[in-house]
């Protein structure tokens, strides 16, 4: 815990450039960036600094008017412990009941029991990039990768991709510009959670397509969200680069992701994977077209 605040107040030292005027409300923000086997650059503390993710989204929650707590003690997600906080951010890797690349504590056998229960009573989810490479374990699906909506395959080499959003009028996709093209790692994934997955951006390879076949598929979920009983969960693959994260219109979309997690803003999270995650590429697409004519 005495790491965690101390974390906590260099963040906010660090972020506190524009300092955001006072709510009636204080939002309280825990993120966790525990990684078991490989961690990844933006999460990493070099000599006991905070890591890229800790100083950008300190600044943003403090924008927003809440309070940032960032630990890579995972045990910290229990039932008590997540009582104090309205918004839980992951950025994790791996099975987080096991020893750590990061040295930091294990969650504890019902810590992911008792986050979906807090998520279904009413809490908020965000996770980033490595949270669906994270409980990758079995050969059914884990508990946190029905929570979160899909689990990690693999990636390619680094591209830029092309965003395609598939739900404009959702609160999260305020600041996505359609057709915004990121230089990122893109993962490829199994295992959606089609009943319960709300999609709201895709990721189009577009010439990708013919150079990394791994990418020789039709468009695909990148961004999505979904209601988990009284609470809401987002799921983001971007974030691997830090120069993502350092992205001021990045940087909004997280702001717009927080705070519809926090309630704010309709739910809209009606599971829509079969109607708009295509099942052709464009070009098969055009050739069916053409053949209907």
């Not at 056998?109 to 490479?133: M, R, S, T, Y």
Request: some cysteine; proline content about 5%.
């Amino acid at each position: 815990m005495l790491r965690m605040m101390v974390v906590t107040l260099v963040v906010v030292v660090l972020a506190g450039l524009r300092i955001p005027a006072v709510q009636a409300e204080d939002k309280q923000v825990l993120f966790l960036s525990k990684s078991q086997a490989f961690e990844h650059g933006p999460v990493a503390r070099a000599e006991g600094r905070p890591s890229l993710c800790d100083v950008v989204l300190g600044k943003l929650v403090q924008e927003i008017g809440g309070t940032f707590h960032s630990t890579k003690d995972a045990s910290l997600i229990n039932a008590e412990e997540l009582d104090k906080y309205d918004l839980v951010v992951l950025y994790t890797q791996g099975d987080l009941t096991q020893p750590s690349v990061d040295g930091a504590a294990p969650m504890g056998a019902n810590g992911v029991a008792e986050l979906i229960e807090w998520v279904e009573n009413g809490g908020g989810l965000v996770g980033f990039h490595a949270a669906a490479d994270t409980f990758r374990v079995g050969e059914a699906p884990h508990a946190f990768i029905t929570l979160l909506g899909a689990e990690f395959l693999t990636h390619g080499a680094q591209f830029k991709g092309t965003i395609q959003v598939v739900d404009p009028k959702h609160p999260t996709m305020a600041n996505v510009p359609d057709g915004w093209t990121l230089n990122e790692e893109w993962y490829l994934f199994r295992r959606f959670d089609k009943d319960t997955m709300h999609v709201l951006a895709l990721l189009e390879p577009g010439a990708e397509r013919a150079k990394q076949e791994a990418y020789n598929i039709p468009a695909y979920p990148i961004i999505w969200c979904s209601k988990q009983g009284k609470g809401r969960v987002y799921y983001s693959a971007l974030g691997h680069r830090e120069d993502v994260w350092t992205n001021p219109q990045f940087q909004q979309t997280v702001i717009d992701a927080m705070e519809w997690a926090m309630g704010k803003g309709r739910t809209r999270a009606q599971p829509n994977f079969d109607k708009v995650v295509p099942t052709a590429k464009p070009e098969e697409e055009a050739a069916a077209g053409s053949r209907a004519k």
